[in-house]
């Protein structure tokens, strides 16, 4: 029989655990532009002064400027636009290009010297510079696969093509690495020359009637260096690509077979972890600077899989996606076993640094549920963006946080969500905006305690206060959401520890602190759900990490403390052996 005292401590801990279930993400402001056609915000970065920079494409005429003051932008055929606001709503500056069809941007990164990498993929002749001046390029196909990069200013610094013509080419990632070289991926249909200088690359799909991946490596000054291809039976590409500690370059993306992974004239089959390739699984792989194969998995269910996102963290590299039916979404030797909730279903995985599984949290509905995009802080906390319908339960503990969409008078439609968890992969909290026709997130990036978010809506959208209407009915017009977390603003989490992982726990969970010259002394202590002390280890300022033996530990559920002068945080682990 529990004790007063046990009780009252339990209870204290088991409110401190779910105190951000009560706290809000609340909208600081909301911009909407759009006219007729498609507008769609695509990808959203921030830069190292907090200001947030979008991407998307844009049809007519445009107002992108949220104060009163108005920023046009026109088009005839399908534009690109750039824009950075400050995390107050200015516009601080924006940008088009365009020229003679349809242009699309799927990727922005802003680098640490502040310039802007951006691809997608153009036709027929485009001019990349925002300024008075031109730089043209012309399509050799359908369409070809770019990538260009800009000042922080937004001036223009160079651009660069590939591809062939008798398709679509396509970029969909885009990095750089220490020695400032450019990496960039896509696919291809057929053949094209992947060399954007004078010079000729040509790389050939094998089966002729699908599209395949290819990846180049250019210089810091834009010279070939080299490229090659994966191709199989079916079609392949990369949706997300970066770069390791050791300059190493990793990608993430879907297959439908098992291709030829060696970009050398050499052939080397990934390690598979699915039971069947008919259809899309999702993919992870790893090259050397030079281009040389040093591991791939393939991964996922028994329907179609696919990976949309991709950061590097401290634990290894967190991935996006969506799944249907059921497989094991570790590519390493474990098992994760994800069984769907209907239709598609949203993902996340942690791998480590080997593509080893280190935690996992997948949530869905009988109707489609989307990831499209992910975001991490300074601190490892996670933002994840994309759509949902029908209602859902997005805490992956014993506790619960539903969020529902209504039912309009012309059916159930999708609404726009976020969802926010700690470096761990626990639940803090969820936002899901919309109106009643269709709402998706396709960006997010964070910056502080404000989180932005782009997409698309259509008819009208509303969160708390904020709402708008498009420019045109039933078209989708472009969104900019700026969100205020309180967790992210006040948890003494994100001051005193980055992660605890692995969770569940077999032997030894390792807990990193971001700020450890901050901590002082201070203890780890660990107490079971009756509130009892059953570990406690002291700590100094100069650790980064600690690991706490778990291995004598029963099975169950616990809560971890770090506690000091002045702060105490807590999680739940739970110990599995």
Known sequence: MKTILQTIVLACFLLIGNTFHSQNLSCDWLHTFGNFGENRGVDADVDSEGNFLIVGHYSGEIDIDPSVNTYLMESNFLDCFLAKYSPNQELIWAHNFGGSNSKFVNKIHVLDDGRILLCGNFSQTCDFDFSDNEFLLQSNGFSDAFMAIYTSEGSFVNAVSIGGVLGDDVAFDAVTDSQGNFY??????????????????????????????????????????????????????????????????????????????DLSEDIQYANIQVDELNHPNCFVAKYSSEGALLDARIFGGTNDDYIVSMVPNAQGYLIAGTYSGSGDFDPGSGIIDFVT???????????????????????????????????????????????????????????????????????????AIVVLLSSDGQFKEAK??????????????????????????????????????????????????????????????????????????????????????????????LYDMQGSLVKSVAIAHTQATYMLDCILLENGTYLLAIEGAGFRTTQKIFVEH
Not at 226 to 246: K, M, N, R, T, Y
Not at 463 to 470: Q, R, V, W, Y
């Open 184 to 261: 960039f991926g896509g696919y291809f249909y057929v053949s094209a020359d992947i060399d954007p200088s004078n010079n000729v690359y040509i790389v050939n799909e094998y089966t002729g009637a699908s599209l395949d991946m290819y990846l180049v490596k250019l210089s810091s000054t834009y010279e070939f260096v080299w490229g090659g291809i994966v191709s199989g039976q079916g079609f392949e590409f990369p949706a997300a690509l970066c770069i390791d500690a050791g300059d190493n370059l990793v990608i993430a993306g879907l297959t439908e077979a098992n291709p030829d992974f």
């Open 341 to 415: 909730y209907g239709d598609n279903d949203a993902f996340l995985v942690q791998l480590d640094f080997e593509f080893s599984l280190v935690w996992s949290y997948n949530v869905g509905s009988e109707e489609p549920d989307y990831f499209n995009d992910i975001a991490i802080d300074e601190f490892g906390n996670i933002a994840a963006a994309g759509s949902f319908e029908m209602s859902i339960d997005f805490d992956n503990s014993e506790s619960e946080f539903i969020l529902s969409v209504a039912e309009t008078v012309e059916g159930l439609y999708p609404d």
């Open 432 to 525: 899901k905006f919309g109106g009643w026709h269709f709402d998706r997130a396709s960006g997010v990036a964070i910056s502080d305690n404000r989180i932005l978010l782009t997409g698309y809506f259509t008819y009208e959208t509303s969160i708390d206060a904020c709402s708008a209407n498009t420019n045109e009915d039933y078209q989708e017009d472009v969104f900019v959401l700026c969100l205020n977390s309180e967790y992210l603003l006040v948890s003494e989490e994100n001051l005193y520890w980055n992660s605890a992982y692995p969770n569940p726990v077999d032997k030894f969970i390792n807990i990193a602190f971001s700020k450890h010259e901050s901590l002082g002394q201070a203890e780890i202590k």
